[in-house]
């Protein structure tokens, strides 16, 4: 290694790539700021966590580039009850209920998709839908992005 760079590439570009996803976030929800697009993202991986063992959310997190890594772990109850995959809508709205007062998901007519498409963006697919595919029913469809008009 250059003793210029004396850690790994995805440490180095970590802020650039997470800034990346953000901006996504936010052009898919149509918000104005990254503060409304990290707040919408927290809440669809917390929602996407409760529905999962221990061991399926850690190699989930495996999956994510480590600036999202580091989202998708922060605030974490290893404790929590693990719930069921529900409908969408439930689910988006489990979503808004993170922070409600600075929490513009309600905004978005599908903030589960919005940051779906973003997270597609920054990680192996093939990778991912090959693990979410071991994973229990709804899982994968969580983070199947749909086109709506």
Known sequence: MSPLMPYPKEYQVATIKFQEFLMDVKNNADFGSGHMAYTLAQGVFQVFRRRLSLEQAI??????PVGLRALFVSDWNPNEQQKAFTDRQQMNQEVAELRPKHNFAHLTGDPINDVAKALRNQVDEQEMDRLLSTFPDGAMEFWQ???HP
């Not at 190699?59 to 994510?64: E, N, P, S, Y």
């Open 145 to 147: 992005p749909h086109n």
């Open 59 to 64: 190699l989930f997190a495996d999956t994510l």
